[in-house]
């Protein structure tokens, strides 16, 4: 997507460079733009942990690209295929809750289990990172077109079938599923972004997302650079305004998704599905098929990260040009950091994925994919 | 209550200057402890309306100590009775949700209707202050006590009767409901205060309650200074606790209750009070009867303050020792700031209020309080 007037994805390969991933490092957005470049798995598992890279299909893809650099790194270290997929264990354990990143290495690993010579599992790995990379694009845009229709449904209500350009639909969004969120297009903002291109009027609730603020930094920041209107909110204001009528709809992104449906998300997703639930807005899930946990039925088995506390009581932002941490709370106050939390199938109106849009349920999941479901 | 040592109340007069008020500024805490001193209308507007103080039942004490002041303002002017119906008028303009304010100010006004010699109006209108400062720590201290059965009922229950003192009952507050928010005890943290001193063992999850952390700033620091043990947690994660089972209780406070029980609280209060109902969690509002509005009967009729979205836009916190605002979004983002949203009846356990505790409904309300309803 575009960052002024230029055109970016998140993750490329420098293609000068043989072993070298340029990145954005998003924890300086949006007042600071900066190319990160990764040469190391130690530079991977650096940026996925410390969040330089965030969002479930984001993590995905550079954790693939990231055994693409293990596998230089192996041979210049004179290491075996042994060091790539020790490097994957090792990446593994940077999060726990995103299903793309255990995903994404065992599809890499996959990829090479018949592969013996050093320069063909190299050739092999690059190949299969670029195009896993290119799938979450084309997956993303295919969830893009999946939404759109949503949107164009319920504008269509909303307008009362006329004028229905003229009609402005509020969408909230929590935490960040756009083009940062992924290599391009989005997941949650995915849908908007085609809205917007075919000229449907669109103004976005932006949830600020406590305690990294990925709402108020990124989402605002990417919707503004490629021209959606959007307002920053406190993530306690999302309530009021669905009971006020200020809101025609939720779409949120995935971390992992259980085969019932039930959806992991940055902590406080729940809480907007309740209030979109408790207030008969529709509340969507946005996600490609590689978040899903075929393995999971019930959410409460998904592993929850907790993140140091000191995200919690400190806050980054800028002050005179500089990007700063400030404390907010007594100095000696403790804080629990939950990243994520469950939203409950039942609270969920549908899943957007890049095959299509299917309720929250094993069946209507199933049915979209019968191919992933083990007889 | 306690700060270190010492025992303060929020607001006292000083009692060797006539017309001069004293507060704790608590735009600094918790990093800094600051005692300002109002003389004039024009002090005690900026002091309510830049919160200074906050919290309705504060919010009244000091509107109340405002006319004092400018009895004594108005004597040295040269005015006469009017100068303070005048003032009230100000003072009323400004922070229209809490509904402590309008009836403070009200019952202040009334003392002095039959009056007309300026020394006398001084007189009552100071021992009429007085008085109501003195009924806002006795309300306080009672709805402790109501409140401290429910706290006492639920910890029994949870330890299955056996042992109970040595079970922690863990309960979620939002905002800052405590002593800081009256003018001693607190309404919400006024039965943990008791229940503390009583030897039951309490812990507190801390909203910290953006845009403006009072949660994080003030409660945290007030529990903290009087024994009570707390862990800040960012807004969106309260339902997540709730579904692991980690909050036996919810109690906030109210800034205006209708006559059949909604309740304008800080806003992100409904989110909470939806995920306690969505996991079986009691959820309690207390309050002194002085926030009833007994004219309104639905929540959407009471007036919701929108307060500088710059408060959204920026956090204030602490940073090589000084006290500053960094910025969040970027430069040109648009922030909406909402400072209350209405927690309908029906997500409510009870209303825990200086006379008992009673349903949240218009006739448990009016058994409780029969001589406030219009026949």
Redesign the interface.
């Known amino acids: 997507m575009k960052v002024g007037k230029e055109y970016y994805r998140t993750i490329w390969k420098d293609e000068n460079k043989p072993g070298v991933i340029n990145i954005i490092d998003q924890r300086w957005l ?2 600071k733009f900066i190319i990160e470049t990764l040469k190391s798995v130690d530079d991977v598992t650096k940026a996925i942990q410390e969040m330089h890279v965030r969002g479930a299909p984001l993590i995905g893809i550079t954790a693939a690209y990231g055994l693409y650099i293990s596998s230089i790194e192996g041979k210049k270290k004179g290491f075996n295929k042994k060091y790539i997929f020790d490097s994957a264990e090792k990446i593994k354990l940077t999060r726990p809750t995103a299903k793309n990143l255990f995903w994404a290495l065992d599809e890499m690993l996959s990829s090479i289990s018949g592969l013996d010579n050093i320069d063909e599992i190299i050739h092999t790995i690059r190949i299969k990172a670029k195009d896993m990379a290119d799938k979450d694009v084309a997956d993303c845009k295919s969830i893009g077109e999946h939404g759109f229709k949503i949107i164009e449904k319920l504008v269509k209500n909303k307008s009362r079938g006329i004028e229905s350009y003229a009609t402005t639909m509020n969408i909230l969004t929590h935490c960040n599923a756009g083009w940062l969120a992924t290599v391009d297009y989005g997941t949650a903002l995915a849908p908007l972004y085609i809205a917007r291109e075919r000229g449907l009027k669109i103004h976005v ?2 949830d ?4 990294r ?1 990925q709402g ?2 990124l989402t ?2 990417e919707l ?1 650079e490629n021209g959606i209107p ?12 669905m ?1 006020k009528g200020m809101v025609d709809l939720v779409i949120v992104g995935s971390d992992r998704t259980t085969a019932s449906g039930d959806v992991a998300n ?3 997703t ?3 599905a ?2 979109a639930y ?1 207030n008969n807005i529709p509340f969507y899930a946005a996600l490609p098929s590689s978040s899903i946990d075929w393995e999971i039925e019930n959410g ?1 088995d998904i592993p ?1 990260e907790e993140r140091n506390p000191d995200e ?8 005179k040009n500089e990007i ?7 100095e ?7 990243a ?3 939203t409950p199938a039942r609270l969920v109106t549908g899943l957007i994925t890049e095959r299509g849009i299917c309720k929250a349920n094993k069946d209507s999941i199933a049915e979209l994919f019968p191919d992933k479901i083990k007889k």
């Open positions: 949006p007042h609730w932006v600020e997302t406590r305690p603020n108020a930094k605002a920041w503004t959007n307002t920053v909110i406190v993530d306690n204001a999302g309530g009021h305004l009971q940055k902590i406080g729940y809480l907007k309740l209030s408790d409460e929850i919690v009581r400190y806050v980054n932002g800028l002050y700063v941490n400030v404390l907010i709370p007594p000696s106050s403790p804080a629990l950091n939950y994520f939390d469950i």
